[in-house]
């Protein structure tokens, strides 16, 4: 029986009751609620199983025998016997972790998903030690596939099955070929491990204080975006003083606050020295720039204030993937970013629906939804959200986002690989739809490498544009 529920008097002689292995000869009401009469004197009966009664605490998860339990629910008391009107369920669920028990090697990982993970990545990675044949040509100057040599004389490509001490990945065939290789792994070594704990983290049944988003702030407040901690405090986050839940925040929040980095007129892209943006990147981004943060109008909520509104400025994010399945609380810090404009975010991508699986089957596509979108209209009043999968340029030819405007369109493309070998003829065709659009693009890489990798691909399909990358 909980306090909320029961007087002082009632929850001090329940307490003493239930300690001492005692029942009551008055009974309660159903509701729970009677109170004792002042001056009544209950008399206590022996029962012949006290121990049945002990249990004071309800079960907290499935490793209650490591001691672990929920900080944020308090001791329950069950009723003694014959009173409790039902009896308290038992909690299942995944495991909690405390913060000096979030390291597990993958494959005996408390979380399901994780084993899944670890089952998943000795299925299909292959050992990168340099005994072993290549499986494919190198695409980066670190990839580990350049260091194995090409003939008859290396052994068979293989799967990795060991599981690194140190990082708890599957990341070679074997102890030996870990333990040979092991000054070469040390080198992601540290960052595997990191990446261990946080799956961990997410899944440990915690607060998470860091996903809790701020709201609209007053426009004098300006954001200063040089690096994440001035972000955050300026924009008034709550404060974080660990790196892993830095880590947990800005692999959510990197997304929005990326694109308004770019397009703020407080950008840290500029064209001073260091500010790496070209005057043909600035003229891109200055008519977009002045639609982003309009002039005071005099508008108002009485009948003298009304103004006609603009149109939602239009974000375009093509071959979206992990960003189309955030939590829409994380894009509407963009549009808090932007307080007087209303945005429309647009998913466009064969993968855009990955991760949202409760969404499926997809609208029918009919002659209203030729291609099938979700919108999601109702986020905030400065915000909606919609999603298509499908490719672009078939959207492109179909004329379904005709026309566009500099003033208020912008495309966005989150590390596509341009470049990369194996994606490159999905953009062979997408390319020149977006360049005759005349609207900004954004790009971005996982390393500079990437970034350097896609420009020189841009430059030999359109070599037009070798003058606007100097």
Avoid at 224 to 244: K, P
Avoid at 404 to 430: A, I, Q, V
Wanted: net charge positive; aromatic share 10%; glycine share 6%.
């Amino acid at each position: 029986m909980q306090a909320g529920y029961t007087c002082h008097r009632c929850l001090n002689t329940l307490r003493t009751a239930t300690k001492q292995g005692t029942r009551f000869s008055r009974p309660f009401s159903s509701s729970g609620r009677a109170c004792l009469p002042r001056g009544t004197e209950q008399k206590p009966a022996k029962t012949q199983r006290q121990s049945s009664n002990i249990r004071l605490k309800r079960a907290a998860s499935s490793v209650a025998a490591r001691g672990q339990v929920p900080r944020s629910e308090p001791v329950e008391l069950r009723s003694p016997t014959g009173l409790s009107s039902a009896p308290i369920p038992e909690v299942t669920g995944r495991p909690l972790l405390r913060a000096n028990n979030l390291f597990h090697p993958f494959s005996k990982s408390p979380s399901p998903e994780i084993r899944q993970r670890a089952a998943f990545i000795k299925r299909h990675a292959y050992c990168p030690h340099a005994s072993h044949h290549q499986t494919r040509l190198p695409i980066a100057p670190g990839d580990p596939e350049a260091r194995k040599p090409v003939g008859s004389t290396s052994q068979p490509p293989a799967h990795v099955s060991y599981e690194c001490p140190d990082c708890g990945i599957p990341v070679y065939c074997s102890e030996g070929h870990w333990a040979d290789d092991y000054e070469s792994h040390l080198e992601v070594c540290d960052t595997l491990r990191e990446i261990n704990e946080d799956d961990h983290d997410l899944r440990s049944g915690r607060f998470f204080p860091e996903f809790e988003y701020p709201g609209p702030q007053m426009e004098e407040a300006l954001v200063n975006m040089t690096n994440w901690d001035t972000f955050l405090y300026s924009r008034e986050f709550r404060a974080i003083n660990e790196a892993r839940s830095m880590r947990q925040a800005t692999r959510l929040l990197t997304y929005p606050v990326t694109i308004g980095s770019v397009l703020h007129e407080l950008s840290p892209y500029n064209i001073r020295r260091g500010g790496r943006l070209t005057p043909e990147g600035l003229k891109s981004l200055s008519a977009l720039r002045y639609t982003l943060h309009p002039p005071r109008t005099g508008a108002g909520i009485d009948i003298k204030g009304l103004r006609p509104n603009p149109p939602p400025v239009r974000i375009f994010i093509l071959g979206a993937r992990a960003e189309s399945s955030l939590p829409r609380e994380v894009w509407v810090q963009l549009s808090h970013m932007f307080p007087r404009v209303s945005f429309h975010v647009i998913f466009i991508g064969p993968e855009s629906m990955a991760n949202r699986d409760s969404e499926f089957p997809l609208p029918e596509r009919t002659p209203v939804n030729p291609f099938g979108a979700i919108v999601e209209d109702r986020i905030s009043h400065q915000m909606k959200i919609s999603t298509y999968v499908e490719y672009y340029h078939t959207m492109h030819k179909a004329g379904h986002f005709y026309p566009y405007d500099p003033y208020f369109d912008c495309f966005m493309l989150f590390h596509p690989g341009l470049g990369h070998p194996t994606s490159s003829h999905e953009w062979e065709e997408t390319l020149p739809q977006l360049l005759e659009t005349k609207v900004p693009i954004l790009v971005t890489g996982y390393t500079e490498w990437d970034m350097e990798r896609d420009r020189k691909w841009v430059e030999e399909k359109i070599p037009e544009l070798k003058m606007g990358f100097k």
